[in-house]
């Protein structure tokens, strides 16, 4: 049996302790350098390898052959569990993990980013 009282020098204790928790939009804590958020593809370095493809547990990256040497990338970010496998396995380093998190969305073909190579900047 538990005496009544046993409670409060564990009240009194966690009363002087700051709280764990922060007020999240207003305040924001530091992202640690090696966070995985949303992956980000260059395709300037692509070479069409596909072993992101291959790697990827989610089936969420696709690589497409838009002309000679250049290669369009679509992450279904829905599917996305950001492991990062897809940045480890890329030989050119052509996709890299941002440090963005905040991806709510309420419709969910807004969660598909395709990145292609600008026709301007291929010139």
Known sequence: ????????????????????????????????????????????????????????PAKAVKIEKVGEKKFSCTFYLDRCIYCGQCSDSCVKKSITMSHEFELACFDRSTLVDTKKEDAQAAK
Request: with cysteine; aromatic share 8%; hydrophobic share 40%.
């Open 1 to 56: 049996m538990r005496r009544p009282g046993a409670i409060w020098r564990e009240l009194v204790k966690n009363l002087r302790r700051k709280p764990a928790t922060v007020l999240y939009p207003a305040e924001r804590l530091e992202i640690p350098e090696n966070f995985r958020g949303r992956p980000v593809f260059n395709p300037a370095t692509c070479i069409g390898c596909m072993m992101c493809v291959r790697d990827c």
